[in-house]
């Protein structure tokens, strides 16, 4: 790896540890600031009025009895609270037809397969903080179908809280402590949640809300990605995609680096599909120009979509390269095993590359892409000497 994509890896590890420590701030302190505020009712003279109430008498009595080791518990209440907020974006999408896709809370990660929905360990901590996707079942999607499935994480956190702070007054000290703090924290997602930002990349869901409701060629652009993806996932291989919406994304001109650059994807499959070298060519460097900037824990795949381009083009020493930034993250095996056995061929390991050849094939039966799987099997057959 040279110095300056070396420089700009290290610089893009740096913005993703900075976005999950400020957000974890941001987050700490709201909570930290509805805690303080519980606590200071408790001892006022406001709250002096209010001591028959058995939740201020509870809290009370939970400052005598709660110790050093009731925040061994945190963790794993606030586990609890991201997993409310990302279940509600999924219960969101259900609502207006969407099909699953994703959900990753903490350490644990559920994706869909053809199967149906698969368990496999998060360990990319940029994405520690819980994520959910979902898919319209029908072509594209309306304002109301992303306004309902954007509104129903910050409204699971709201619920939470609510649904916490009713439930502290039923309890002993130590129940009535925890459940004050998942409100508490829950409702601070709620609040942070809506903030219009950008963080690691991802847009917030306030701000996401905003896009939504601005409409224009920002909903254009995000109903044709649906529109494709819906394709590809029901076996609509790359070359066979709607030409309208592949012509949208062509000349959109959109301003949120993640939708362009997942655009830019859509376009390089289908540029592969047909074997067109100079599409091929120009999709790669616009992606080699903008992978920086996509978010961590998704990024890996696009530096294997760039191993394979530079496979196509038989430049070993950037195959290794990508090959090397894609560690971790959420990658459809099949295609790293592809880039693998590809790199494989190229310095003359002939075995290594039958064996990931063959690896590959074999997890082709588990893809959840089944279009973008169609391209797979094609390349692998290039691999072997086919046509």
């Not at 790896?1 to 420590?21: A, C, G, H, I």
């Not at 652009?221 to 030409?243: H, Y």
């Not at 290794?320 to 390991?349: D, F, M, T």
Request: aromatic share 6%; glycine share 10%; charged share 20%.
């Amino acid at each position: 790896m040279d110095k300056k994509t070396k420089n700009s890896s290290q610089s893009s590890s740096v913005e993703d540890w900075k976005s999950l420590l400020v957000g974890g701030i941001v987050g700490g302190l709201v909570g930290a600031i509805i805690v303080g505020l519980l606590a200071w009712m408790a001892k006022s003279s406001i709250a002096s009025g209010l001591s028959e109430y058995r939740l201020i008498q509870q809290l009370e009595k939970a400052r005598e009895i709660v110790t050093a080791w009731d925040f061994l518990a945190f963790p794993l209440l606030m586990l609890l609270v991201f997993a409310a907020h990302e279940i509600g974006h999924v219960l969101g999408g259900l609502s207006q037809g969407m099909r699953f896709l994703m959900l990753i809370v903490g350490p644990f990660g559920w994706h869909a397969s053809s199967s149906g929905p698969k368990f496999q360990w998060n360990t990319n901590l940029a994405l520690m903080g819980g994520l959910a996707a979902m898919l319209p079942k029908k072509t594209g999607a309306t304002h109301r179908h992303l306004l309902v499935l954007m509104a129903g994480g910050p409204l699971a956190s709201l619920a939470l809280a609510m649904f916490a702070i009713a439930l502290a007054s039923v309890g002993g000290p130590r129940f009535a402590a925890y459940c004050t703090f998942v409100a508490a924290t829950s409702f601070g997602i709620f609040i942070v949640t809506l903030i219009p930002v950008r963080s690691g990349g991802f847009m917030s869901d306030g701000l996401q809300i905003i896009d939504v409701l601005r409409g224009g060629n920002a909903i254009i652009g995000r109903n044709s990605l649906l529109q494709i993806f819906a394709q590809s996932l029901d076996g609509v291989r790359p070359r066979d995609w709607d030409s309208s919406a592949i012509d949208e994304l062509a000349r959109a001109d959109c301003k949120d680096s993640l939708q362009r650059t997942g655009g830019l994807l859509y376009l390089l499959a289908r540029a592969m599909d047909c074997r067109h070298d100079g599409d091929i060519m120009r999709y790669r460097a616009l992606l080699e120009s903008s992978v920086d900037g996509y978010p961590s824990g998704f990024k890996q795949s696009i530096h294997i979509e760039l191993a394979i381009c530079a496979w196509l083009a038989r430049d070993t020493d950037a195959v290794r390269r990508h090959l090397k930034a894609s560690n971790g993250g959420i990658v459809e095996k099949s295609r790293r095993l592809l880039a693998q056995a590809a790199l494989a061929k190229l310095e003359g390991r002939n075995e290594d590359c039958e064996r990931d050849r063959l690896l590959a094939i074999k997890a082709l039966e588990k893809a959840v892409d089944v279009g973008q799987r169609k391209l797979t099997e094609d390349q692998l057959a290039i691999l072997s000497g086919g046509s």
